[in-house]
């Protein structure tokens, strides 16, 4: 069974930092791109960065790129989101997907984990 | 970017009755790589719809996708009660990926 297990969510002050991590298990991570994906309350889908399969490769949304980075650790079959210099409008459920390639589906998602910005 | 825009932006229906959702690109999106989600209260979206037409593992037939290029349709041929959520489109060929802004399919 695939599984995608986000943690590290909380609150964070503004201009703060976080680490988001999505353990998976029930597929070979090492194959895999890896995105993650943000839902401020209330609102629609975003989709912050990707990953691909030996992390030669990142994409970031305008909004997020200078401040987040992406990482995976293969290895350990986990996949980060370091998020640096938080604002207001970063606060949302971050979710990490899975997809098999670059022009991919996003097939599994995790439960998410929230991420709230406030003094 | 490619934008894309759903409507209706709500969809009252009953159970048992036809639900024709659109989606709508500011460009043609590249070998037609359009996703439909679903997503409940409370739980992550799951994937119904890829390629535009190709149902995902699992997903009763009753859904269908079609379109191409710039316009593209999610239809749910006979609503059950378990199909009232927020359904979302997503292009996935050309970066950054984007999303739609939701259609919310209600009773």
């Known amino acids: 069974e695939v599984q995608l297990v986000e943690s590290g969510g909380g609150l964070v002050q503004p201009g703060g930092s976080r680490r988001l991590s999505c353990a998976v298990s029930?597929?070979?991570?090492?194959?895999?791109?890896m995105h993650w994906v943000r839902q401020a309350p209330g609102k629609g889908l975003m989709w912050v960065a990707r990953?691909?399969?030996?992390?030669?490769?990142?994409a970031y949304a305008d909004s997020v790129k200078g401040r987040f980075t992406i990482s995976r650790d293969n290895a350990e079959n986990t996949l980060y989101l370091q998020m640096n210099s938080l604002r207001g409008d970063d606060a949302a459920v971050y979710y990490c997907?899975?997809?098999?390639?670059?022009?991919?589906?996003?097939?599994?998602w995790g439960q998410g984990t929230p991420v709230i910005v406030s003094s | 970017e490619i934008v894309l825009t759903q409507s209706p932006g709500t969809l009252s229906l009953s159970p048992g009755e036809r639900a024709t959702l659109s989606c709508r690109a500011s460009?043609?999106?590249?070998?037609?790589?359009l996703a439909w989600y679903q997503q409940k209260p409370g739980q992550a979206p799951s994937l119904l719809i890829y390629?535009?037409?190709r149902r995902a593992t699992g997903i009763p037939d009753r859904f269908s996708g079609s379109g191409s290029e710039t316009d593209f349709t999610l239809t749910i041929s006979r609503l059950e009660p378990e199909d009232f959520a927020v359904y979302y489109c997503?292009?996935?060929?050309?970066?950054?990926?984007?999303f739609g802004q939701g259609t919310r399919l209600e009773i």
């Open positions: 997503q292009q996935y060929g050309t970066s950054p990926s984007t």
């Open positions: 460009q043609s999106i590249i070998l037609n790589y």
């Open positions: 390629s535009a037409s």
């Open positions: 997907a899975r997809a098999t390639t670059m022009s991919s589906p996003l097939r599994d």
């Open positions: 990953i691909n399969s030996d992390a030669s490769s990142t």
């Open positions: 029930g597929f070979t991570f090492s194959s895999h791109w």
